[in-house]
């Protein structure tokens, strides 16, 4: 008997919704309900200073106009709420408690310019591609050091390949201690990193299947070593080409052309819904159709592996 499938959309509430937002969650959305599933909307609001109760509710707002409902999650509870992390704190305090019992984080000290020039090209922020030199450092030292500067908690990742099999990309595989290195669990503020929180609720949970952009596949492997170091079940990963600009630039928040305000003053939720259906290989041409229409006919198979150009002639001047 096979596992029935538990999805979810994780959006962050720190700006509105964008063309390729609205790309990932639609796949989201159809992979789930195509498998008569159910699917949960979970506000990552972890950042304080860039997360706001009003994006959230606009964000809920749009995906109900596009046709993409949800069973549980935002304004609609569920079993396994809360579904925002800013109230999920002390699931995630359990989780680092965990990790520390057995010694598999540590304290960084390490000025933001200090870990930026740790960090090898194009990595994020808090980023290093290795051992952070304070993973050394003695308790006497920790403790001299403690006393200047509150610290950021790092994972102490082994030096070990991790692998999986994505849907979208196929096999796909790191070496902790060299691609990733140790990453960031607990900012200095106090505030949990993505990469422990999105493991500790996706665990919690019990979701089974994450959709999700491409920019986040090298965040797997740290993930699945997480899920294993905590004793839960990883779910299953597909990664979902990113929308770049005919100038190659990707898609963010900051292209208002493109954002959800722009898009709905533009075209119908069905001209929406059936152009990127069309990005995304499941018609051969960008008619409008509904999310359900869809959900009949929706295929893996048919998305494409790569990044999608969108066409700077739909619609209007996009």
Not at 97 to 110: D, G, I, K, Q
Request: with cysteine; hydrophobic share 40%.
């Amino acid at each position: 008997m096979s596992t029935a499938v538990r999805g979810r959309f994780a959006p962050s509430p720190s700006g509105r919704m964008h063309l390729g937002n609205l790309f990932s969650a639609l796949l989201a959305w159809l992979s789930v309900r195509a498998a008569g599933g159910t699917l949960a909307l979970r506000m990552e609001d972890l950042d304080p200073d860039r997360c706001r109760e009003a994006y959230a509710a606009q964000l809920a707002g749009d995906l109900a106009w596009l046709g993409l409902d949800w069973d549980e999650g935002y304004g609609k509870g569920g079993p396994h709420g809360p579904y925002r992390q800013s109230e999920r704190t002390g699931r995630y305090e359990s989780a680092f408690a965990a990790l520390e019992a057995r010694e598999l984080v540590y304290p960084c000290f390490c000025t933001r310019a200090e870990r930026l020039a740790a960090s090898a090209p194009h990595r994020g922020e808090g980023e290093h591609t290795g051992a952070c030199p304070c993973r050394e450092l003695s308790a006497a030292q920790r403790a001299a050091r403690a006393e200047r500067r509150r610290p950021a908690w790092r994972a102490a990742v082994p030096d070990r390949k991790v692998a999986f099999t994505d849907g979208v990309l196929g096999p796909y595989v790191e070496n902790l201690a060299r691609d990733c290195g140790d990453f960031l669990v607990r900012r200095s503020d106090g505030v949990y990193a993505y990469q422990l929180a999105v493991v500790a609720d996706d665990g919690a949970m019990a979701v089974n299947q994450v959709v999700r952009g491409q920019d986040l596949c090298s965040s797997t492997p740290r993930q699945l070593w997480l899920y294993e170091v905590l004793g839960l079940t990883p779910p299953s990963f597909y990664h979902v080409p990113l929308l770049t600009a005919p100038d190659g630039r990707r898609l963010s928040k900051r292209d208002r052309d493109l954002d959800m305000g722009a898009l709905r003053a533009r075209c119908t939720p069905e001209e929406l819904v059936g152009f990127l259906a069309f990005l995304a290989g499941q018609q051969n041409r960008p008619e409008p159709c509904s999310a359900w229409e869809l959900a009949a006919v929706f295929s893996w198979e048919k998305v494409p592996r790569g990044e999608i150009v969108v066409p700077s002639s739909w619609p209007g001047n996009l």
